[in-house]
């Protein structure tokens, strides 16, 4: 099958799924597409488990699929830069303090805190997993996936400023634990100890240098977008923006998708404020709604559709069951450890633990980390425990989501961004 074939595939698939959603099961549309492409694929599993049917073209079709190659090193350079651009700056900058923290030291805490439950529970199972790929596991799973908490979070009915924490969270953690898993696993796959200055420098290189290059070229497409009001050119501009800045990015290796977030940022304030007319902005809001939603469509259709390429067990199956807990306390812990010495200085809402608990939704971003890890034997036990974690998130905690908000936050909060 051709790369065009493989493309038109897709799309057509994906369009059948969101027209099957929108008319008759009417879910929130990225946990529809999902959800379609699980039944599907389920249905294709049982079916040649019974002998009924082969699905061997489809299974094929399947194996095809580079999905780790297609989210980290094209579809997420679009995706966090549609998010980033609708992220207010100046909302933004109110919580920045707590929002950084989170990004950072709860990345980290929860990364320790994950792998070591999931290194107890699969020696309770009896998975021989070396402690460094627990903490592997740990790393690709405590980030939530700002694809699947943006897109929820629109049509979730939550006021603006906790949009901005949750969304400026989750576009920030994203960046931060790709850096973290990166870190991790050049550990686990070194015969040498590094040392803990060339660990932090490496942090320190890929953050900072991610932030820095996402400024520099989004001020410099800031710059050309003030030059000229015709919003083809200006379009295209930003989409050279978040393709090239990608590339450019992993080029000179930084963090590509703090990158793309930082230009984002920009253009999204600057750049749309001060950089166009009212008509540009307008034509640029509706193209990056429309690359936003046609991406989300393909890729939580391919989430669903993974399921086919992972060998299940019945300790697979367990083990992910453990993973769910141990992901949850780890979230919960890394943000109340942090929110409570952060109240010794500053307020919060109430019940702020439970939502960011509960919202961090997992996503595409740790399924494609987890296929990206070499072909050693703890991947075998890593990706399917990874895909329960993400299959219960987004099915589970996205389409409870909404009507949990209610126990989660205050009543005044509960109005539409």
Same mark, same amino acid.
């Given at each position: 099958?051709? &790369?065009?074939?493989?493309?038109?595939?897709?799309?057509?698939?994906?369009?059948?799924?969101?027209?099957?959603? *929108?008319?008759?099961?009417?879910?929130?549309?990225?946990?529809?597409?999902? &959800?379609?492409?699980?039944?599907?694929?389920?249905?294709?599993?049982?079916?040649?488990?019974?002998?009924?049917?082969?699905? *061997?073209?489809?299974?094929?079709?399947? *194996?095809?699929?580079?999905?780790?190659?297609?989210?980290?090193?094209?579809?997420?350079?679009?995706?966090?830069?549609?998010?980033?651009?609708?992220?207010?700056?100046?909302?933004?900058?109110?919580?920045? @303090?707590?929002?950084?923290?989170? &990004?950072?030291?709860?990345?980290?805490?929860?990364?320790?805190?994950?792998?070591?439950?999931? @290194?107890?529970?699969?020696?309770?199972?009896?998975?021989?997993?070396?402690?460094?790929?627990?903490?592997?596991?740990?790393?690709?799973?405590?980030?939530?996936?700002?694809?699947?908490?943006?897109? $929820?979070?629109?049509?979730?009915?939550?006021?603006?400023?906790?949009?901005?924490?949750?969304?400026?969270?989750?576009?920030?953690?994203?960046?931060?634990?790709?850096?973290?898993?990166?870190? $991790?696993?050049?550990?686990?796959?070194?015969?040498?100890?590094?040392?803990?200055?060339?660990?932090?420098?490496?942090?320190?290189?890929?953050?900072?240098?991610?932030?820095?290059?996402?400024?520099?070229?989004?001020?410099?497409?800031?710059?050309?977008?003030?030059?000229?009001?015709?919003?083809?050119?200006?379009?295209?501009?930003?989409?050279?923006?978040?393709?090239?800045?990608?590339?450019?990015?992993?080029?000179?290796?930084?963090?590509?998708?703090?990158?793309?977030?930082?230009?984002?940022?920009?253009?999204?304030? *600057?750049?749309?404020?001060?950089?166009?007319?009212?008509?540009?902005?307008?034509?640029?809001?509706?193209? @990056?709604?429309?690359?936003?939603?046609?991406?989300?469509?393909?890729?939580?259709?391919?989430?669903?559709?993974?399921?086919?390429?992972?060998?299940?067990?019945?300790?697979?199956?367990?083990?992910?069951?453990?993973?769910? &807990?141990?992901?949850?306390?780890?979230?919960?812990?890394?943000?109340?450890?942090?929110?409570?010495?952060?109240?010794?200085?500053?307020?919060?809402?109430?019940?702020?633990?439970?939502?960011?608990? @509960?919202?961090?939704?997992?996503?595409?971003?740790?399924?494609?980390?987890?296929?990206?890890?070499?072909?050693?034997?703890?991947?075998?036990? $890593?990706?399917?425990?990874?895909?329960?974690?993400?299959?219960?998130?987004?099915?589970?905690?996205?389409?409870?989501?909404?009507?949990?908000?209610?126990?989660?936050?205050?009543?005044?909060?509960?109005?539409?961004?």
């Amino acid at each position: 099958m051709t &790369a065009f074939q493989m493309i038109a595939a897709l799309l057509s698939l994906a369009a059948l799924c969101s027209y099957l959603n *929108h008319k008759y099961v009417k879910l929130q549309a990225s946990i529809g597409q999902m &959800a379609f492409a699980v039944a599907i694929s389920a249905s294709v599993l049982c079916l040649e488990a019974v002998g009924v049917v082969n699905f *061997h073209s489809a299974n094929s079709f399947i *194996h095809q699929i580079d999905f780790s190659n297609i989210l980290l090193h094209g579809m997420l350079s679009f995706l966090l830069f549609a998010g980033a651009l609708h992220i207010d700056l100046e909302e933004l900058k109110g919580v920045a @303090w707590p929002v950084s923290i989170l &990004a950072t030291a709860g990345v980290v805490i929860a990364t320790f805190v994950t792998g070591t439950l999931v @290194w107890y529970a699969a020696a309770f199972i009896g998975f021989d997993m070396p402690y460094t790929y627990a903490l592997l596991f740990g790393a690709l799973i405590s980030p939530t996936d700002p694809i699947a908490v943006l897109s $929820i979070l629109k049509k979730a009915g939550i006021s603006r400023t906790l949009y901005v924490k949750i969304g400026g969270e989750s576009l920030l953690n994203d960046g931060v634990g790709v850096v973290v898993f990166l870190t $991790i696993l050049g550990l686990a796959s070194s015969t040498t100890q590094p040392s803990f200055m060339n660990v932090s420098l490496l942090l320190v290189r890929e953050v900072l240098g991610g932030i820095i290059l996402g400024l520099l070229l989004g001020l410099a497409v800031y710059y050309l977008l003030r030059s000229i009001d015709e919003y083809r050119v200006e379009i295209l501009l930003t989409l050279a923006l978040a393709a090239g800045g990608y590339a450019l990015a992993e080029l000179l290796s930084v963090s590509a998708p703090i990158c793309m977030v930082a230009a984002g940022l920009m253009i999204g304030n *600057h750049g749309r404020v001060f950089g166009m007319s009212e008509r540009s902005r307008q034509r640029l809001d509706e193209f @990056w709604e429309l690359v936003d939603e046609i991406l989300n469509a393909v890729l939580f259709m391919l989430i669903g559709f993974e399921v086919v390429v992972i060998s299940f067990t019945g300790q697979h199956v367990l083990l992910g069951v453990f993973a769910i &807990a141990a992901t949850l306390i780890g979230r919960f812990v890394s943000v109340g450890s942090i929110i409570s010495l952060m109240r010794l200085h500053r307020p919060f809402e109430k019940r702020t633990v439970r939502l960011l608990t @509960w919202g961090g939704l997992r996503g595409g971003l740790s399924i494609a980390m987890a296929l990206s890890l070499p072909p050693v034997p703890e991947k075998d036990v $890593i990706l399917p425990m990874t895909y329960i974690v993400v299959l219960f998130s987004i099915l589970v905690q996205g389409l409870t989501f909404k009507s949990a908000l209610r126990f989660l936050i205050d009543s005044r909060d509960c109005l539409k961004i």
